[in-house]
């Protein structure tokens, strides 16, 4: 039998060695024509009915999930792709005192859909439109303060029912240091995201330092979410595009990061929905 065959018929083993490792597997909120957010969390637990997994979390906070949201996952071993669709069953609270992590348990799927090399993040029944990121290299971790400062106004602006000019907040220039690429956005984690950077775009990362990345969750957000990042890793996959994962960065503007956290929990929040963001979280923010 061939080895891929035989690992998707014995998944759920392969769920079973994560649990004992505490490896990850990827979990977005799904959400119809909308962009998706990608956590990669550990496996906790496996049961023949459950998948215990450690609750994503935005900048520290706990993402807001609720009961039933329909939730599209994905195992990954080696250059193989899997994903299925389940729901979260229950929320669990975890213990300082004890070690144990806030966590999510999901439905155990039936059964699991292997990704094709050329739709990575797409099977039958489910798929993931990735955020684009356009990735500017900034000359000063500071010069990105003005556009972030523009930007969360105009959100926070449109959250509020009033109209928005793009435009105008690009009137808020950022020194660039080398080229401007855009990406896509494979995961994002407590304090950082990974950058998928296409092949004729990777001389944007020749040069190590600080980034700005503007994340594009319209038409949920107004405009995409500007954060500062600075690059820690890179690695070159199958495709010759660039993986590069990104540390946030709020030294210069720490009024930033509760904004950028709540703006990424309203999003999930409204996915949940099937609405739009509200206004209430972003006043909160400001």
């Excluded at 523009?150 to 000019?165: E, F, K, N, Q, T």
């Excluded at 690059?231 to 540390?247: C, E, K």
Aim: with cysteine; charged share 20%.
């Amino acid at each position: 039998m061939p080895a891929r065959r035989s690992r998707t018929e014995r998944w759920k083993d392969s769920l079973s060695q994560l649990a004992h490792r505490r490896g990850p597997i990827e979990i977005s909120v799904a959400g119809s024509e909308a962009r998706s957010l990608n956590w990669r969390v550990r496996v906790l637990e496996v049961s023949e009915r459950e998948i215990v997994v450690e609750h994503p979390v935005a900048l520290r906070r706990r993402v807001p999930l609720t009961e039933g949201a329909a939730i599209v996952g994905a195992l990954s071993i080696g250059q193989n792709r899997w994903m299925f669709t389940t729901s979260v069953v229950s929320l669990r609270g975890g213990s300082a005192d004890a070690g144990t992590p806030d966590a999510v348990v999901l439905s155990m799927p039936t059964t699991v859909e292997r990704c094709q090399r050329r739709s990575f993040y797409r099977i039958s029944t489910a798929e993931l439109s990735l955020p684009p990121v356009r990735c500017t290299g900034l000359i000063e971790l500071a010069d990105a303060i003005p556009l972030e400062v523009a930007a969360r106004a105009a959100i926070l602006d449109a959250a509020g029912g009033s109209a928005v000019d793009p435009s105008a907040t690009r009137a808020a220039s950022v020194p660039t240091r080398g080229p401007v690429g855009e990406g896509v956005l494979l995961n994002i984690g407590g304090g950082g995201a990974c950058l998928s950077i296409p092949s004729d775009a990777t001389s944007l990362l020749d040069r190590p330092g600080h980034f700005l990345l503007e994340i594009d969750l319209t038409p949920t957000l107004a405009l995409p979410l500007p954060v500062s990042a600075k690059l820690a890793h890179t690695r070159i996959d199958s495709g010759q595009n660039v993986h590069a994962g990104f540390a946030f960065e709020f030294t210069a503007n720490r009024d930033h990061e509760p904004f950028v956290a709540e703006s990424i929990c309203r999003y999930i929040a409204s996915l949940q929905s099937g609405g739009r963001a509200g206004g209430s979280g972003a006043a909160r923010a400001a």
